[in-house]
């Protein structure tokens, strides 16, 4: 089993619809949280980070942790094509700079 | 800043040939890393660097691939021989020791091994 869980899609979802994208681990000793995106043919950019749990919004974006069920999520309110992109989800635990990813999960905005 | 620059973008190479992957991180960054993406497996950690000292290389798959960092500027991903099953895309990041957790990444060499 990897520690990291990310279903790849991709998934398509019309323009404005509200996307989830998860991931769920196994290592309890997991403090921070991340979710990454991706560009075809670029680097991953820091989307958001989480520290243990909680939930944290940025504009469009929130992150929520759950701890007690080892699951994280992203939501996008309002999606727009540009959204379109690879979403990664990272998580290091305190101490150590070992950040570990989820496959990715491909999402597609249609206009 | 320039962000993380990565060397050659695109490499193609025959099966058994040496490759050499170059990495400038950003400059005042302490921590350097080595991640391999595939459709497959993902982002994959190879090892990091902690002002140029390899702190853990556990997830370099075996020994053809070597890392080395010899100054703050500078990191070589070297792969020798290659095979096939090494055509990736490499990525480098760094990032500082401070409150965020955030790593820059570069754009990534893609590796095709022929």
């Known amino acids: 089993q990897k520690e990291v869980e990310q279903d790849p899609g991709p998934l398509s979802v019309p323009e404005g619809a509200i996307v989830s994208l998860n991931c769920t681990y196994s290592?309890?000793?997991?403090?921070?949280f991340m979710w990454y995106r991706q560009y075809s043919r670029k680097g991953p950019e820091l989307l958001m980070y989480?520290?243990?749990?909680g939930n944290k919004e940025d504009g469009r974006f929130t992150a929520q942790v759950d701890k007690s069920s080892k699951y994280i999520s992203l939501f996008i309110r309002d999606s727009q094509p540009s959204d379109s992109a690879t979403y990664l989800c990272?998580?290091?635990?305190?101490?150590?700079?070992?950040?570990?990813f989820g496959t990715g999960t491909r999402l597609k905005v249609l206009a | 800043d320039a962000g993380v620059i990565q060397s050659p973008r695109h490499e193609v190479t025959e099966m058994g040939q040496e490759v050499t992957l170059r990495c400038k991180p950003i400059?005042?960054?302490?921590?350097l890393f080595w991640y391999r993406q595939t459709m497959m497996r993902g982002l994959e950690l190879l090892i990091y660097?902690?002002?140029?000292?390899?702190?853990?290389d556990s997830g370099m798959p075996e020994d053809r691939f070597s890392a080395k960092m010899p100054n703050a500027s500078f990191s070589t991903l070297k792969i020798q021989p290659s095979e096939p099953r090494d055509s990736a895309v490499y990525f480098c990041?760094?990032?500082?020791?401070?409150?965020?957790?955030?790593?820059?990444f570069g754009q990534g060499t893609r590796l095709t091994v022929v």
């Open positions: 290592n309890s000793a997991f403090q921070y």
């Open positions: 990272a998580m290091t635990a305190s101490g150590t700079y070992k950040y570990i």
């Open positions: 400059s005042g960054h302490d921590y």
């Open positions: 660097f902690n002002n140029n000292v390899p702190i853990d």
């Open positions: 990041a760094s990032r500082s020791t401070g409150t965020t957790t955030e790593a820059f």
């Open positions: 989480t520290y243990s749990s």
